[in-house]
């Protein structure tokens, strides 16, 4: 069943046109990795299926992207609303540096007028949980998130952006800044996920897509050039320049 689907999206800065007339249907239940060069609009793209790219200056939409067949561009919708919905994680650990990691946790939450305790506290320990942090914050739950190392840090923002429950999460690049273990934790943690959520990752990594990803779709210069099952993508591409990106002869 399709959670996300995505129909003639074009996207500009300004007059410069980043990505062109994409559709894409994305799966419940799966992950879907966004391969490509730098400056192809991977990032651009993403930024768009949660209307994050509209807070540039001179940032421009066009076209529709359907959230369980609402289209969140459509008259009326609530950017914050559609946010909630669609999750994103980014590349650099964001962590909300006043705040413990208790606090970071429930901060969407508190925001929307939750205020039980005992429920805020069940809904913090489940998210930990899915992060595969609890065991590590458990008794550090008051001390600030930033005082946790970057792939905790990583995590934290993974758990933070669970709490609200999306059905959709977005990830950009986010192993970039993160060393090999801390990458292993982050690509094990995104196979358990889908088993709630559509997971759906930018990554420069073209390995790592090939490890995690169910679908792949590949970009060059905002136009998407192949989709596919990531064993078609990375074993028998249909598209000459998908083969010479794969293996390293471009890009």
Not at 206 to 235: C, K, N, V, W
Request: aromatic share 6%; proline share 5%.
């Amino acid at each position: 069943m399709s959670v996300l689907k995505v129909e003639n999206l074009n996207a500009w800065f300004g007059d410069n046109h980043v990505v062109k007339n994409i559709s894409l249907d994305y799966k419940a239940n799966t992950i879907s990795a966004i391969i490509g060069p730098s400056g192809c609009g991977k990032s651009t793209f993403v930024r768009c299926l949660n209307r994050i790219h509209e807070e540039v200056p001179s940032a421009k939409v066009s076209g529709a992207v359907y959230l369980q067949g609402k289209n969140i561009y459509g008259p009326g919708v609530d950017a914050v609303t559609i946010r909630k919905n669609i999750g994103m994680v980014f590349q650099k650990p964001t962590p909300f540096p006043a705040m413990s990691v208790l606090d970071n946790v429930l901060v969407g939450l508190r925001f929307q007028g939750m205020c039980k305790k005992t429920t805020l506290m069940e809904i913090a320990e489940a998210c930990l949980k899915k992060a595969a942090l609890w065991d590590e914050v458990k008794d550090k739950l008051n001390q600030p998130g930033t005082s946790l190392s970057g792939g905790q840090q990583q995590r934290l923002c993974i758990a933070r952006t669970l709490a609200v429950n999306p059905p959709v999460l977005l990830m950009d690049e986010p192993t970039s800044a993160l060393d090999p273990i801390s990458t292993a934790k982050i690509e094990e943690l995104m196979d358990n996920l889908k088993n709630e959520y559509t997971v759906i990752i930018v990554t420069h990594n073209m390995q790592q897509a090939a490890r995690i990803a169910d679908y792949t779709s590949f970009f060059i210069l905002g136009d998407l050039i192949e989709h596919g099952p990531s064993s078609e993508i990375f074993t028998n591409p249909k598209n000459k320049k998908t083969e010479d990106y794969v293996t390293g002869r471009f890009g």
